[in-house]
Nanobody, 124 residues
Framework: QVQLVESGGGLVQAGGSLRLSCAVS????????RGWFRQAPGKERDFIAA????????YYADSVKGRFTISRDNAKNTVYLQMNSLKPEDTAVYYC?????????????????WGQGTQVTVSS
């Protein structure tokens, strides 16, 4: 079993920054993909970013490219999401996810494990 625990959410003004963390524990793969998604009230869960654990290759949704950065700390088995220039439309619950496959996908159902989510609220 794999556990993912997000932290770092909160309330921030537009233009501000937050850094989310996702600690991964349990029977984790040394490869695979870790991703970040978000879900606003009444909307579908959307892909934000992903990172290949072994190579560090990163992938972003167009809506966050240039503002958000995904990174990893292999020693701590933790993935981060640095969010800059935040906008009110970035308000959502942010989820960390993991899949064992090396193929990066933006489809939520193709991820094997999920965290509980952390709320990010951006005020105007």
């Amino acid at each position: 079993q794999v556990q993912l625990v997000e932290s770092g959410g909160g309330l921030v003004q537009a233009g501000g920054s937050l850094r989310l963390s996702c600690a991964v524990s349990g029977r984790t793969s040394s490869s695979g993909v870790r991703g970040w998604f978000r879900q606003a009230p009444g909307k579908e869960r959307d892909f934000i970013a992903a990172i290949r654990w072994s190579s560090g290759s990163t992938y972003y949704a167009d809506s966050v490219k240039g503002r958000f950065t995904i990174s990893r700390d292999n020693a701590k088995n933790t993935v981060y999401l640095q969010m800059n220039s935040l906008k009110p439309e970035d308000t959502a619950v942010y989820y960390c996810a993991s899949r064992n496959s090396l193929i990066v996908t933006t489809t939520p159902r193709e991820y094997d494990y999920w965290g509980q989510g952390t709320q990010v609220t951006v005020s105007s």
